[in-house]
């Protein structure tokens, strides 16, 4: 069975700080994705990393893929509170179709 | 613009009542799934569709039943046996082609039993 852990679980941080955010996975796989909750809302993509080593950044999120290791980083430079929100990353492992595994999410608190 | 669409957003249920959710996508999408979200919770898979005419079970699947009689729609039914069916549930599609480009999300159904 596929488990995918992130941690941390909540992370309070202050505004113009630097942080990450790290997903383990359990089994072999090179397809990950990252979401974006905010309260009471549906998830939104931020990232798809299709292959080991790929790295992917939009504005101060960066997002990387070590599948040998089988860990995913979601990097905050300079931490904004619009960036306030719970973050999810997911694992396929399926190929040919979809279904993924989510992490339990970890909730970013930005303060100014 | 393409999308999926989830009615209603806010839903209750009286004790011993089955509801249903509606989810409609205009994707052209073959994948359909339906997850469950509770407070602090990730998301945990209720069924999942391939194609027309057939679904599979996630990981948990009891109390719930869904068809899927066309691409475009796959509803999902919660039944009285559904013990504690309060929650937040999500409907999502994606492409069987392999590609790998995730999820699109509808935007939810905060049920709520009364």
């Known amino acids: 069975e596929l488990k995918v852990e992130q941690n941390p679980l909540f992370l309070s941080m202050q505004e113009g700080k630097n942080y990450t955010i790290y997903c383990n996975y359990s089994t072999t796989s090179d397809r990950l994705y990252w979401y974006r909750q905010d309260p009471g809302k549906s998830l939104e993509s931020l990232f798809v990393l299709l292959s080991n080593g790929a790295v992917k950044q939009e504005g101060r999120l960066m997002a990387s893929l070590d599948t040998k290791a089988r860990l995913s980083t979601l990097h905050i430079t300079a931490a904004v509170h619009d960036l306030s929100a719970t973050y999810f990353c997911a694992v396929d492992t399926t190929g040919g179709y979809q279904k993924v595994t989510f992490g339990i999410g970890t909730k970013l608190q930005v303060i100014p | ?114």
């Open chain 2, 1 to 114: 613009d393409g999308g999926i669409t989830q009615s209603p957003k806010y839903l209750f249920r009286k004790e011993g009542q089955n509801v249903t959710l509606s989810c409609e996508q205009n994707l052209n999408h073959d994948a359909m799934y339906w997850y469950r979200q509770d407070p602090g919770q990730g998301l945990r898979l209720i069924y999942y569709s391939q194609i027309v005419n057939d679904f599979q079970k996630g990981d948990i699947a009891e109390g719930y039943s869904v068809s899927r009689e066309k691409k475009e729609s796959f509803p999902l039914t919660v039944t009285s046996a559904q013990k504690n069916p309060t929650a937040f549930y999500l409907c999502a599609s994606s492409e069987n082609s392999g590609t790998g480009v995730g999820y699109t999300f509808g935007s939810g159904t905060r049920l709520t039993v009364v």
